[in-house]
């Protein structure tokens, strides 16, 4: 029996839950060199590693003859799980709520957003397993409610998302103010220095265990890059998420303003989305949750740290719309899929000007990623039809009433009608791929040559121009950002005194017009509230010394705004920067 060297209790409720054989992870916490040790886990998201320290506590926690009996005596914690947010701490009460079902075990979870005085209750009441996150935790150890002095167990969990997220402090008091003699369980998918810092200071003799291959960030998951213009990023994704066609799929942004825009894109194409950012409450991220769950929404649009603790099963694509910061970044997103022996697809969306640095990030996450075309149009179709001719060929059951309704149809209809009227069916409400501007290449496509393409183009023209220090030298990255395009698709661009002009390709220019419209927030203090708006070409400029040619970077020398003048360090900068949850 893999599982005989656990309390009966524990045995029976992971037989009940279908465990035959532990993960490695949980094999690897059960080991003899591990028996009562401090430990330093490495072990990626969706490896089993709740049911692994679950296991690993129930020792020390029922460690009489008569544990129930014992556990039912513990007034004060025995166990204390930390995570870093709301969703990761339910989800392991859930967990261990079933492991520890059978022992009689009281467990409480305390995180932000629910009723404090009634976990205050409960932890008055007596309780053996607490769960929470750091915040809520360390209010409740400052009002006295949350006795720390019983601990036997300490569990870090995704120590170092707790870490990224500012929660040091608060990790700090709350094990400040344990017994000296607990056993503490760090568990993180990465082991930055931070972490290792963190498990020297407060940890003892402990064991290094690593569960992640040396050769690939997580074995279960296939990583796919996909090199495109910025102006084409979200087509790219609508062709990503249709190509594929996942039960459920996860789509990454940097920002909450993005996740919006996102979102209302998608469901304007007449996709089944919901979005989960810092703007969301609990009831809000809830309800998402479980439309995922049950199905009635098929792609999520998340920020990093509001996306930290989904679990669910049906999730096998993971697309990185923006490029995450860094390979741990890298590792977390795309552990959301590929879980507990699932497999699943992470998909980068990589704008050319990147392409180097994500290469680079590969490299560091150890993670071969193959680089792939976007799908096309064409390539979308023929998918379309090998699933539809694969659900069709299905064997149905049927009720009397359905066969009785299928004779009739065969009597009015011939079979080739019927079959068009399956697949006309079948098509509905399916939203339709998109065209890209320039296909990308299996290598990801050679980079557009410089300063192409303007031989025809559109003029617009910005509200801003010398009076508010407006300057190429920022004006450039700022309508790359509002306008998804790049450097190479600006032309000409004309300062006047109080407006500026500029050119963009004919090619591109309904994509910017779209990409202005969504970026676009009138009144706002940042550039979002900057009006950029179709025109006539402009007439020359009487100042051809601030004009920037279609052969080259900005010509001639333009003062830019200094830090005592108006604008600061320019108009765009203006105001408090946008938070990144």
């Known amino acids: 029996m893999p599982f005989s060297s656990l309390p009966p209790q524990i045995a029976a409720a992971l037989a009940e839950q279908g465990y035959a054989e532990p993960t490695p992870v949980q094999a690897a916490v059960l080991a003899p060199e591990a028996h009562d040790r401090d430990l330093l886990v490495s072990a990626q998201t969706g490896s089993g590693k709740t049911v692994a320290f679950g296991i690993a506590m129930a020792e020390r926690i029922l460690e009489t003859e008569d544990p129930i009996a014992a556990v039912a005596r513990s007034r004060a914690p025995l166990a204390l799980v930390i995570a870093p947010t709301r969703e990761l701490a339910l989800q392991v009460s859930r967990e261990l709520m079933w492991l ?22 409960a932890l008055m009441h007596g309780t053996q397993i607490v769960v929470g996150t750091p915040g809520r935790l360390r209010d409740h150890l400052e009002r006295g409610a949350l006795d720390l002095s019983a601990l036997r167990h300490v569990v870090l969990d995704e120590a170092d998302e707790m870490l990224d997220m500012g929660f040091r402090e608060d990790l700090e008091e709350i094990l400040e103010a344990t017994p000296g003699e607990r056993r503490t369980l760090m568990f993180s998918a990465t082991m930055p220095k931070p972490i290792v810092a963190l498990a020297k200071r407060y940890q003892r003799d402990a064991l290094r265990i690593s569960t992640v291959g040396d050769n690939s960030g997580h074995g279960d998951i296939e990583y796919q890059a996909v090199a495109v213009s910025p102006a084409d990023i979200e087509n790219a994704v609508i062709n990503l998420v249709r190509f594929h066609e996942a039960e459920t799929a996860i789509l990454f942004c940097a920002t909450r303003d993005n996740v919006r825009h996102l979102h209302a894109s998608l469901i304007e194409r007449g996709f089944a989305a919901v979005a989960l950012s810092g703007e969301h409450s609990q009831n809000e991220r809830n309800n998402a949750l479980q439309a995922l769950r049950d199905g009635r929404a098929r792609i999520c649009v998340a920020t990093d740290v509001a996306a930290r603790g989904i679990d669910i099963p049906s999730l096998s694509l993971v697309i990185h719309v923006e490029t995450p910061r860094d390979a741990e970044v890298l590792q977390h997103r795309s552990g959301r899929t590929g879980r507990a022996g699932r497999k699943g697809i992470a998909v980068l969306v990589v704008p050319y000007p990147r392409r180097r640095r994500v290469e680079g990030m590969l490299r560091d996450a150890r993670v071969t990623a193959n680089w792939v075309p976007v799908p096309s149009p064409d390539a979308i179709r023929e998918r379309d039809r090998e699933r539809t001719l694969a659900e069709l060929a299905q064997p149905v059951e049927s009720s009397d009433a359905d066969r009785a309704l299928a004779e009739r149809l065969m009597e009015s209809m011939t079979a080739i009608d019927i079959a068009l009227a399956l697949v006309h069916a079948r098509k509905r409400g399916v939203p339709d791929p998109e065209e890209l501007i320039e296909a990308s290449q299996p290598d990801g496509g050679a980079r557009p040559e410089r300063r192409t393409g303007f031989d025809d183009v559109a003029w617009f023209r910005m509200d801003i121009g010398r009076r508010q220090n407006a300057d190429p030298r ?29 050119q963009v390709p004919r090619a591109v220019e309904a994509k910017f017009r779209a990409a202005l419209k969504r970026t676009a927030m009138p009144g706002a203090e940042d550039e979002s509230g900057i009006t950029i708006e179709a025109s006539a070409e402009p007439a020359a400029s009487p100042h051809p010394m601030r004009d920037r040619g279609n052969d080259g970077p900005p010509r001639g020398r333009v003062r830019g705004p200094g830090p005592g003048k108006p604008g600061g360090q320019g108009y765009a900068r203006k105001g408090p920067p946008r938070r990144r949850d």
């Open 474 to 502: 920022w004006i450039l990255p700022l309508l790359c950002r509002r306008g998804h395009i790049t450097r190479n698709e600006i032309g000409a661009i004309r300062i006047g005194a109080n407006e500026t002009h500029f």
């Open 100 to 121: 520890y079902g059978k022992t009689g075990a009281r467990i409480t979870t305390c995180v932000g957003g629910m009723d404090a005085s009634k976990e205050r209750r």
